[in-house]
């Protein structure tokens, strides 16, 4: 996977030269380019964003570095055989990034991102090269940050723990939290490991018993557990047929019951009462 940032901060980009992305790169498994915004412009000054048409406080970033340096990595990708561009523009405006989306993009060859400052990007630049490759307009989160380096580090890294070999277990995905399939909706539970007791806190019987199946069914539990005290949101939008039998016992027990009344609006459970841990 080749990946291009164009910013005006490239140091900010420095941890992708660490843990697991800097591994990957190391291997070759992921080409990543770093682009000084400020390379592709003409005035002393360096000058990358004007004030907003339409008046208003703050600045916006200009079309024409934007432009030039979008060309410019769009060319050198293509000359050394890259393919399959895809835009990924980092902005509280966006589509939430999901494990799903992270998923969709660690199956593209080239990923360039946009990560704005100021009040954001000319409109323009994005709907010039959304006539050239699929863009991905994404928020990490309900809330604003100085700049979108921060989302750009985010994104890189949910993206290529996917990729075929960055992790050292090809497994170790499998279970996380809102991973495709079982756990598409669930937050992953608790997790232990040696020594068997520590300060007076020991870890549960059932994960020292070798039965695997008790220990899968543990873990589910725990995993339905946490979903319905951190994230209710999650719980209320599962489809009833995604939760087996065993799964509508934890889930009642919790206080959850189906809520047929809902599925016209998207929402499927409902909480029957308060429960206690």
């Known amino acids: 996977m080749r990946l291009d940032v164009v910013t005006i901060f490239p140091e900010y ?11 990957a790169r190391a291997r070759g498994q992921l ?8 390379a592709w412009t003409y005035d002393r000054h360096s000058t990358v964003d004007d004030t907003p048409y339409g008046g208003g406080p703050g600045m ?6 934007w432009g030039d340096a979008l060309d410019s990595a769009l060319a050198d990708g293509y000359e050394t055989g890259s393919h399959g561009p895809a835009l990924i523009v980092p902005t509280p405006s966006g589509r939430p990034f999901t494990q799903a989306l992270a998923v969709e993009l660690s199956e593209r060859p080239w990923l360039i991102f946009t990560p704005a400052r100021y009040e954001g990007i000319d409109r323009r630049v994005i709907d010039e090269y959304a006539t050239r490759m699929p863009v991905y307009e994404v928020s990490i ?3 604003v940050l100085a700049g979108g380096e921060a ?4 994104v890189t ?4 723990r996917l990729l075929p070999g960055v992790l050292g277990n090809a497994e170790s995905h499998r279970d996380d939290s809102f991973a495709p399939g079982a756990m598409a909706n669930l937050l992953e539970g608790p997790v232990y490991t040696k020594p068997p007791e520590w300060r007076g806190r020991d870890i549960p019987d059932v994960l020292l018993s070798g039965h695997h199946g008790k220990i899968a069914r543990w873990r589910r539990d725990e995993a339905l557990r946490r979903t319905t005290a951190n994230r209710p949101d999650l719980i209320e939008r599962c489809d009833p047929k995604a939760f ?7 889930l ?4 959850w019951s189906p809520d047929p009344e809902g599925e016209p609006h998207g929402r499927f459970w409902r909480r029957t009462e308060d429960v206690g841990d």
Request: hydrophobic residues 45%; aromatic residues 2%; proline residues 4%.
């Open 151 to 154: 989302a750009v580090l985010v």
């Open 157 to 160: 890294e949910a993206v290529a």
């Open 244 to 250: 087996d039998k065993k799964d509508r016992e934890m």
């Open 13 to 23: 980009l420095d941890p992708l030269n660490v843990s697991l992305v800097g591994k």
């Open 60 to 65: 916006v970033m200009k079309t024409e570095p």
């Open 252 to 255: 009642s027990i919790l206080g």
């Open 141 to 143: 989160g309900d809330y």
């Open 31 to 38: 080409n990543v380019h770093v682009h000084d915004l400020r």
